[in-house]
T-cell receptor, first 113, second 114 residues
Framework: LAKTTQPISMDSYEGQEVNITCSHN???????ITWYQQFPSQGPRFIIQ???TKVTNEVASLFIPADRKSSTLSLPRVSLSDTAVYYC??????????????FGSGTRLSIRP | DGGITQSPKYLFRKEGQNVTLSCEQN?????MYWYRQDPGQGLRLIYY???????QKGDIAEGYSVSREKKESFPLTVTSAQKNPTAFYLC?????????????FGPGTRLTVT
């Protein structure tokens, strides 16, 4: 199973770039890496997904090294509204088994003025 | 206006009572999920349904039951056998092919059992 490990919390300031790393040593060949953002008392929201190298969209970038044993979510020029919990999820949906659906504990990101 | 709805947003029950949480989606998604979230914790899978009339237990399915009779509906029943049911419950769905990688989440139901 591709269990993930993330830092419990991170702090940063408005306008800075924030990088959150997720370790997934047991990632399988067909697994993709997906990141979600969750605000308090809301459901998580999809941010970005990738398989290898670099993926960029309008809100974030995802860097995946060649061995794919980790990934880094990069948030450029964060604002107070980026304060949230960020989860990485590794897997190959549609999932053949419920045991393959594992969200980690997430990283609580706090942005200060 | 497509999306996932969960109702109610807040639910209060007495210990020993069964309660059913509603989850409906109009995204035409095949897969649906139920997660439980405790304060300050991550999401834990309760049940997963890949298609209609099929569902699989997650790691914490004890004390819960589901049905998937229609594609758009995936209700979760919290039974009296669930020892610690107070939590935030999230329902999600995902499509097929490339869109299967993105789970769409509902707003959640906060259940309090006293």
């Amino acid at each position: 199973l591709a269990k993930t490990t993330q830092p419990i919390s991170m702090d940063s300031y408005e306008g800075q770039e924030v990088n959150i790393t997720c370790s997934h040593n047991n990632i399988a060949t067909n697994d993709y890496i997906t990141w979600y953002q969750q605000f308090p008392s809301q459901g998580p929201r999809f941010i970005i997904q990738g398989y290898k190298t670099k993926v960029t969209n309008e809100v974030a970038s995802l860097f995946i090294p060649a061995d794919r044993k980790s990934s880094t979510l990069s948030l450029p020029r964060v604002s107070l509204s980026d304060t949230a919990v960020y989860y990485c999820l590794v897997g190959d949906p549609p999932y053949s088994s419920a045991s393959k659906i594992i969200f980690g504990s997430g990283t609580r990101l706090s942005i200060r003025p | 206006d497509g999306g996932i709805t969960q109702s109610p947003k807040y639910l209060f029950r007495k210990e020993g009572q069964n309660v059913t949480l509603s989850c409906e989606q109009n995204l035409n998604h095949d897969a649906m999920y139920w997660y439980r979230q405790d304060p300050g914790q991550g999401l834990r899978l309760i049940y997963y349904s890949q298609i209609v009339n099929d569902f699989q237990k997650g790691d914490i399915a004890e004390g819960y039951s589901v049905s998937r009779e229609k594609k758009e509906s995936f209700p979760l029943t919290v039974t009296s056998a669930q020892k610690n049911p107070t939590a935030f419950y999230l329902c999600a769905s995902s499509g097929s092919g490339r869109s299967s990688y993105e789970q769409y989440f509902g707003p959640g139901t906060r259940l309090t059992v006293t």
